[in-house]
């Protein structure tokens, strides 16, 4: 990373926007996360290909072992009922108030899931822990949405964020029906970087798969 670079790949905002060259060279900070990929097998399994990169493109090992800087990745997945606007997701939690002692069930990550790779290109194949059922609608548009941390903080550069969707049609056909509320740049013409949860999630697109 050269001095004329470092403006072009990081913010003010960032601290690697701060480090030295020796560091920025060494750490490559930055997360660039991507689903490349999903499915859904006949007896429900959901599966997602995911690549995580530095800004400049190099794929990142999601242990921190080849590459600084151990990954953590959530996924949601989700679709839109035909005829409908709203998402339902297949991936949920049970959430006791502490107040009310009532239960409700919840549109929130996958747990359970396995992961496999890297492969030649750095990508992982990620299978959920949570099965679609067996009468889904092959029809539907189907939605995987992953959020992803890097941790620097060993390095003094933080933690990096990046969400991705993937949106498909388990049978292959064309995907005609998208939900868009409002486009990301138009949030963060004021909020600059539209993020919640403690900054894991961004993106408006990300944050409907739950909040229905």
């Known amino acids: 990373v050269t001095a004329g670079s470092r403006a072009n790949l990081f913010s003010y905002k960032d601290k690697a926007y701060y480090a030295d060259a020796n560091t920025l060279n060494f750490v490559r900070p930055g997360l660039v996360l991507k689903v490349t990929k999903a499915s859904i097998a006949s007896d429900g399994t959901i599966t997602a290909t995911i690549l995580a990169t530095d800004k400049q493109g190099l794929a990142l090992d999601r242990l921190g072992v080849q590459t600084p800087g151990a990954l953590s990745i959530s996924c949601v997945a989700a679709y839109i009922p035909q005829g409908q606007k709203q998402y339902v997701a297949y991936t949920t939690r049970v959430q006791t108030s502490p107040i009310t002692n009532k239960s ?56 990096n964020y990046a969400t991705s969707l993937f949106n498909f049609v388990p049978s292959g056909a064309p995907v005609t029906t998208v939900r868009e509320v409002i486009k990301n740049q138009s949030c963060n013409k004021c909020h600059d970087d539209l993020a919640f949860h403690g900054g894991s999630r961004r993106g408006l697109e990300y944050c409907i798969l739950c909040h229905t």
């Open 104 to 159: 409700a069930t919840q549109a929130g990550t996958d747990s359970g899931g396995k992961w496999a790779g890297p492969a030649a290109d750095g990508s992982y194949t990620y299978t959920f822990g949570t099965k679609a059922p067996t009468n889904f609608d092959t029809n539907a548009t189907h939605t995987v949405g992953c959020q992803a941390s890097r941790t620097l903080t060993d390095f003094d550069l933080g933690t």
